[in-house]
């Protein structure tokens, strides 16, 4: 029984041998032919990344209220205009009457025990904005100095700030520029 015993192990050690040699006779031709594989690969992708175009920068402009009485003109001149400069435009709009985002703006001090929506939905706006990495962010800021810090973060992760209408540091924004020339000084952040 003995005998057979190492009979029967001699023969599964040859066949683990025989295995394991063919499997690395298998592995060292892949590995041969890798190289050649590979390199046609890498110049495969770098051709279809030459035909990929760049995504399309994004715009976004945020204005002071659902109803302000220039919204139309504006996000008419804003469309427009990032038609032609190939980008995307989101347009944002405070859920805020006109009547409250123009009190909003004559607010001073302290703003606790005031009511500021206006002032909270558009930096609500902006920190979604940057959670989206839009490319730049055109703004008519319903209260300069409560949206200083915010902005001021946004430009911090890179996104350019374009603000009109009302004026707000210079740490806040890379340009400050009128309602009427608002979408151009817009399309020069692009």
Known sequence: MD???KQWAGKQYRGFAALFLLAAVFLTLSACGRGEHEEEALMMRAENAEDVDEEAPTLALVLTSRDGAENDELIGSFREMAQEQGAELLVRLPDVSEEDALKARELTGSFVLCEVDPIEYQMLLINELVAENVDVIAIYPNHSEALEPVLAAARSV??????????VGEE?????????EASGAAAELL
């Open 172 to 180: 806040s924004c890379d340009v400050y520029t009128t309602v009427e």
């Open 3 to 5: 005998f057979m015993w």
């Open 158 to 167: 890179g996104i350019r700030v374009c603000a009109f209408g009302q004026q």
